[in-house]
């Protein structure tokens, strides 16, 4: 514990008990630049990185920073006054400039390096180098772990500038992307599901990146102009950032044998795991072999209920590779991510991302995501067959988990006691046909409806795949009725009030955001504002107005629109 006057503090620095420290094995890259500008992060070339938990690195603060908006949830946990995020040093640090902060805070930032496999398939050739060793956090760099209210926390600004692992990218993140990953992981984390949470958000008045996007009502696939967007720095923040791509590269390293320290530096990385994303569940005094294996079966138990999460509330991630999975279990990398207005099993908003990342494949996903962070333990324990074997069987048991999952979600979708598979695959198809508004129908049929006229509100009519309507309504009123026959034990009122705690009102889609941070980037941030209220209270009612402007769907004309209802993931 660091000792410190309260004058002595930083003005926010008084919310801390304490400033943690991080593994103890950085600064081990000693190839290939210079040692002075690398030690105080002023090193920002691509550059190999062969070792070490992070290289220590500057941020680059944007120019003339603007507040946008904060996290006033977040900032109520941290213990953190709403005055705080316009004040100069608050200002200053989470627009990237750490060259005034004051002890115990350090004045250099840090980046991680880690490694890709794409659904279960290993890559090095996204590296520069072609070897994985300068692949990493491009444009994420940290500032500051604290200790508050004895929950250790990690703050990373995103968009901060160019790090050793920017690969010739410029570290920025637009201001676009910036907003829909700031309101979408608060939202998330009012909907009840694990995320990193939105700190803050500051936009540059006068620093502008160019990117590929698409042009006013286009069409196309992929974006069709260059356009000019002001840079952001958002501040997200987690009880660590480890992503399973992380121990992959430790463990990959391990594998080949890649330096001396390898193996001990993989099982330093998966001690630290446990120590920030574990502690409260694992023994941090039993042997190392007996902590690897309650890891991996309370992070299959964390995945596949996160991933269950998200198809209750209609999430896809869309880019689930191995380096935007949260070695923690919570959701990580706001980038192509979307949330589905018509149920569409293989809805997939990137239009990089294929089948393999859409809506309903996401447990499948998951489990090589699984088998990915199973194998970065194995070198560990190459030389204990009893937990290499527990190892094995918790891994090969993910897909029985992940249906357990799935079966008590849809069960609670629809207000049962027990999944039924019957009941479920019709409604399936019936969504499928008809087609429906998954959250609006989720959410009329938490109503408890006497008929099928509730549930209309959530038909998209104009999109029927030529089904005869009458013979749609009367299949409808058939699932309607067997629905309520089991269903029928429980109160009405008690059966719609768990329901409705289950199925959302309100859920981000895209076209709410897209004005929102058009008009952002004019200067105008009341509608980003709004949608923070708004989507901060998703299964409340809220008012008539609300109900008007945010419980509906999607305007026919929408369908179809590149930037909205699909987007590169240029960000
Ligand atoms: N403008 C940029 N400059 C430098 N690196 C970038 C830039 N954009 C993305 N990257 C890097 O490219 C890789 C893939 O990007 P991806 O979109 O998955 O991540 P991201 O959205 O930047 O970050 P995160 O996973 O940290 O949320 C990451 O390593 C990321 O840091
Ligand atoms: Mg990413």
């Known amino acids: 514990m660091l000792k410190r006057s309260p004058q002595e503090r930083h003005s926010f620095i008084s919310n801390f008990d304490d400033v943690a420290e991080l593994a103890d094995f950085s600064l081990m ?18 550059r190999q990185v062969f070792s070490g938990h992070y290289v220590p690195v500057n941020p680059t603060p944007i120019e003339n920073p603007e507040y946008i908006a904060h996290g006033k949830t977040l900032f109520r946990e941290l213990g953190f006054a709403d005055s705080m995020v316009q ?26 390096g880690y490694a890709l496999s794409i659904f279960g398939t290993e890559y090095t050739q996204q590296c520069p180098f072609q070897t994985g060793n300068g692949y990493g956090d491009g444009r994420a760099i940290s500032v500051l772990e604290a200790v508050i209210n004895g929950q250790s926390w990690e703050m990373q600004l995103k968009g901060g500038g160019r790090t050793p692992y920017c690969r010739g990218g410029d570290g920025r993140a637009v201001l676009r992307s910036s907003v829909r990953e700031f309101l979408a992981q608060e939202h998330m984390h009012a909907l009840g599901v694990p995320t990193s949470r939105s700190l803050s958000l500051y936009v540059s008045k006068t620093e502008k990146v160019r990117r590929p996007w698409y042009s006013e009502a286009s069409r196309s696939m992929n974006p069709d102009v ?32 890649e330096h001396p320290q390898a193996m001990e530096e993989l099982e330093k990385m998966v001690l ?63 980038g192509p991510f ?128 030529g089904a005869n309507p009458e013979a749609m309504d009367a299949a409808w009123s058939e699932w309607l009725r ?14 719609s009030r768990q329901m409705k705690l289950v199925n959302p009102k309100y859920s981000l889609r895209e076209w709410f955001v897209v004005p929102a941070y058009q008009q952002a980037a004019a200067g105008d941030y009341s509608l980003l504002r709004e ?41």
């Open 29 to 46: 890259d000693t190839l290939n630049c210079d040692p002075e500008a690398k030690a105080n992060g002023a090193d920002h070339e691509p």
């Open 87 to 112: 004040s100069d040093d608050f200002v200053r640090v989470f627009s990237g400039d750490l060259s005034q902060v004051s002890e115990p805070m350090r004045r250099v930032g840090w980046a991680c």
């Open 226 to 257: 260059l356009i000019s967007e002001p840079v952001a720095i958002s501040t997200r923040v987690a009880p660590s950032f480890i992503r399973v791509g992380q121990l992959e590269l430790f463990s990959r390293r391990a594998r080949r044998n």
């Open 272 to 334: 630290h795991l446990i120590d920030r994303e574990y502690s409260d569940v694992i023994d941090q005094t039993l042997p190392t072999a007996e902590q690897l294996v309650l890891l991996a079966r309370e992070f299959r138990g964390r995945l596949a209920s996160l991933v269950a999460n998200w198809i209750r509330i209609g999430y896809c991630q869309g880019n689930f590779n191995s380096d935007n999975c949260a070695a923690g279990g919570f959701t990580l990398d706001y």
């Open 338 to 465: 979307g949330f589905c207005d018509v149920f569409n099993p293989q809805y997939q908003p990137w239009t990089g991302g294929g089948h393999h990342y859409s809506f309903l494949n996401q447990p499948a996903a998951a489990e090589r995501n699984f088998h990915t962070f199973c194998s970065t333990l194995r070198p560990l324990l190459t030389a204990d067959p009893e937990h290499l074997q527990q190892l094995g069987e918790i891994q090969s048991g993910f897909s029985r988990v992940m249906t357990e999952q799935m079966e008590l979600m849809w069960a609670a979708k629809l207000g049962l006691a027990t999944f039924d598979a019957t009941l479920f695959s019709e409604l399936e198809s019936l969504m499928v046909n008809t087609p429906v508004d998954y959250t609006i129908f989720f959410r009329e049929l938490s109503g408890v409806p006497d008929d099928i006229t509730p549930l209309k509100k959530s038909f998209y009519t104009g999109a029927r795949n």
């Open 482 to 495: 067997k629905w309520k026959s089991l269903t029928a034990l429980q109160s009405r009122e008690e059966l």
């Open 531 to 571: 949608l923070q209220e708004v989507f901060a209270q998703p299964y409340a009612e809220q008012s008539k107005d609300v109900e008007e402007k945010y419980y509906r769907l999607k305007p026919l004309e929408l369908f179809g629109v590149g930037g909205s209802s699909h987007y590169s993931c240029s960000s």
